[in-house]
């Protein structure tokens, strides 16, 4: 029995991740394969999506868990050297302003949940504690004249 591991260049064109995003598009990528792209390669012994895999693996699959990892960690990976950590944290940063810059530029804030939407893509992902205050005004119209208080 051969313990040969296939490279992805020996993969089906249907199951490489580059040739899968542009056949069927990104949505159909799973995690491990979207960060192989990011990452380009594997290490000796593993592709670049199975080590994308173990990394996934280890986050609990939780993209999340994901943006919360140093570069020291994801450097543990054999095969993640520091550029390749970069282009990972890089990436979810970008995902990171993505979503934020689709929240309003002015929120109006009328609960603890508009609150939290509002600073909830400054806060995830922080390694240590940190103390906001969140400073309102507030508002009011009566009888076609604005108040703020």
Same mark, same amino acid.
């Given at each position: 029995m051969?313990n040969?591991?296939?490279?992805?260049?020996?993969?089906?064109?249907?199951?490489?991740?580059?040739?899968?995003?542009?056949?069927?598009?990104?949505?159909?990528?799973i995690?491990?394969?979207?960060l192989?792209?990011?990452?380009?390669?594997?290490?000796?012994?593993?592709?670049?999506?199975?080590?994308? =895999?173990k990394?996934?693996? *280890?986050?609990?699959?939780?993209? !999340?868990?994901?943006?919360?990892? @140093?570069?020291?960690?994801?450097? /543990?990976?054999?095969?993640?050297?520091?550029?390749?950590?970069?282009?990972?944290?890089?990436?979810?940063?970008?995902?990171?302003?993505?979503?934020?810059?689709?929240?309003?530029? =002015?929120?109006?804030?009328? *609960?603890?949940i508009?609150?939290? !939407?509002?600073?909830?893509?400054d @806060?995830?992902?922080?390694?240590? /504690?940190?103390f906001?205050v969140?400073l309102?005004?507030?508002?009011?119209y009566?009888?076609?004249?604005?108040?703020?208080?």
């Amino acid at each position: 029995m051969n313990n040969e591991k296939l490279s992805i260049k020996s993969w089906c064109a249907d199951d490489k991740p580059r040739e899968k995003l542009v056949l069927k598009g990104s949505t159909t990528l799973i995690h491990a394969e979207l960060l192989a792209i990011l990452i380009g390669s594997g290490n000796r012994t593993n592709s670049a999506v199975e080590l994308t =895999k173990k990394i996934m693996n *280890s986050c609990n699959g939780k993209i !999340n868990s994901l943006s919360k990892m @140093l570069i020291k960690d994801l450097m /543990e990976f054999n095969g993640i050297g520091q550029a390749k950590a970069f282009s990972i944290i890089a990436a979810l940063e970008l995902t990171k302003r993505k979503a934020k810059e689709n929240s309003t530029d =002015k929120p109006s804030v009328k *609960s603890s949940i508009d609150a939290y !939407n509002h600073m909830r893509y400054d @806060l995830e992902g922080l390694d240590h /504690e940190q103390f906001w205050v969140l400073l309102l005004n507030i508002f009011l119209y009566f009888e076609g004249i604005w108040a703020q208080f």
